[in-house]
């Protein structure tokens, strides 16, 4: 007789994968001499310099913002690399950074479903990897954990320099912690495993937010850039949505 499949607790853990400054990261992995130079990547509109859509986080240093037009970050940042959006019957062509992100979809959708929010945004659903995790080789049992995990920014867990890493192993490895909280921990290796294998295989770094639903996890995937990740245990919820205006949720 099939074995019945034991009933889900319900709670989901969802991830936000963003990629760093996108278009940038395509333009100096076709480009590596721009790799670590301010650089932004401009539309094809060409008055003024044209627009920024995407600012390094070397030019953001100098106070080159998004908003800004190509002459204007020439002023606050003369150094900076500007590099134009690839033109194609007199229009932007993004399929460069498309196939970029459909890369980093191939690899993130060995770990779980996913939907792709925009070129450079996709949400991952692990909730199967995670209780598979919970169920064969949950946090606790694991004598060795990624590096990359253990950076993990846990929201509402104190960080205090020399000691996150040891107080942020200690809280994924929690043997007494509530059902919900030990999923998200397996989201967290699983996320952080994904984010390094999307490294090796593209170059592109990316961040992300790890929550049980999208908004979340949307949320949380902006808070520590980049090559970051931030989880949102249910405990802390409350604290992080009084903390936005609504017109940013």
């Given at each position: ?30 480009q ?36 800004m ?60 990897a ?49 059902y ?29 937010g ?40």
């Amino acid at each position: 007789m099939p074995v019945a499949k034991p009933e889900s607790s319900g709670a989901r853990v969802i991830a936000h994968v963003d990629m760093d400054c996108f278009y940038v990261q395509v333009e100096q992995r076709k480009q590596p001499h721009l790799r670590g130079l301010p650089t932004a990547v401009v539309q094809y509109n060409e008055w003024k310099g044209g627009a920024l859509i995407a600012v390094s986080y070397e030019a953001r240093k100098y106070g080159v913002k998004r908003s800004m037009r190509g002459d204007e970050a020439k002023q606050v940042c003369p150094q900076i690399q500007l590099v134009q959006v690839p033109v194609a019957r007199g229009k932007a062509d993004l399929n460069a950074y498309r196939n970029a992100g459909s890369e980093v979809v191939s690899v993130l959708a060995r770990k779980g479903r996913c939907e792709r929010a925009s070129i450079d945004e996709v949400y991952l659903d692990l909730t199967d990897a995670s209780e598979h995790m919970l169920a064969e080789n949950p946090p606790e049992s694991l004598e060795l954990i990624d590096e990359e995990a253990l950076t993990s920014h846990v929201l509402g867990l104190k960080e205090d320099g020399s000691d996150t890493k040891v107080n942020t192993r200690e809280w994924l490895c929690r043997a007494d912690a509530e059902y919900r909280d030990k999923l998200l921990a397996c989201g967290a290796i699983i996320v952080a495993e994904a984010r390094m294998q999307v490294l090796k295989e593209t170059e592109f770094t990316c961040s992300a937010g790890i929550a049980h639903n999208k908004m979340l996890a949307k949320l949380a995937s902006a808070m520590n850039k980049p090559a970051q990740q931030t989880l949102v245990p249910s405990s802390s919820v409350e604290g992080l949505l009084s903390s936005f205006p609504i017109k940013k949720m």
